[in-house]
């Protein structure tokens, strides 16, 4: 049950993209389609923003978008707003009813 | 509205024993799986463990097995985490999450527990 791997932070201007990456195994990322990611605010529960790799929940902007290539999955957020600035973290499952967490990703907006 | 709400976080001693509660509402609770999430303050997120909906499969991390034991009465709605022999490392807030889609969708606002002498 090791973490998924991702930069420990991200930056972008205001309108550009940005794409984060989430490393993991053979045992998680690479033998499933069930990554996920979570927006998460100083001081608040966590958001989820994509499921099964690249499903949007309803409301969740079409801005956010998901991949995946072999054992990494990536995070694209596209015209960056000041309100995407927060910690993201991605989520695989791993099997038998568990699940990991990446070590999280400061995206900070210039 | 789907909401989750934790109680029975505190401060309790290295080797002590804690009951966390999350009362769920808005939503068909024993048709939902659930889990057990904490985050270390300033530090990032970690999966402890999942229920079933009949309770009948239960799942923990390495970090928390044999230690921490999940359960739910679905004719309260409610969810539980019994923790005991804590540690300094358990110091955490403590979220209750539903998961659908192997994702976890919804999350309580998280309950704080300090294991400290």
């Given at each position: 049950q090791s973490a998924l791997t991702q930069p420990a932070s991200v930056s972008g201007s205001p309108g550009q993209s940005i794409t984060i990456s989430c490393t993991g195994t053979n045992s998680d990322v690479g033998s499933y389609n069930l990554v996920s990611w979570y927006q998460q605010h100083p001081g608040k529960a966590p958001k989820l923003m994509?499921?099964?790799?690249s499903k949007r929940p309803s409301g969740v902007s079409d801005r956010f978008s998901g991949s995946k290539s072999g054992n990494t999955a990536s995070l694209t957020i596209s015209g960056?707003?000041?309100?995407?600035?927060a910690d993201y973290y991605c989520c695989s499952y791993?099997?038998?009813n568990t699940w990991v967490f990446g070590g999280g990703s400061k995206l900070t907006v210039l | 509205e789907v909401q989750l709400v934790e109680s029975g976080g505190g401060l309790v001693q290295p080797g002590g024993s804690l009951r966390l509660s999350c009362a769920a509402s808005?939503?068909?609770?024993?048709s939902y799986t659930m889990n057990w999430v904490r985050q270390a303050p300033g530090k990032g997120l970690e999966w402890l463990s999942y229920i079933s909906r009949d309770s009948s499969d239960v799942f923990y991390a390495d970090s928390v097995k044999g230690r921490f034991t999940i359960s739910r009465d679905n004719a309260k709605n409610s969810l539980y985490l019994q923790m005991n022999?804590?540690?300094?490392?358990?110091?955490a807030f403590y979220f209750c999450v539903r998961d659908q889609h192997y994702a976890f969708d919804y999350w309580g606002q998280g309950a704080l527990v300090t294991v400290s002498s």
């Open positions: 994509i499921y099964e790799g960056l707003q000041a309100e995407d600035e791993a099997g038998d | 808005g939503f068909s609770f024993s022999s804590l540690r300094a490392e358990d110091t």
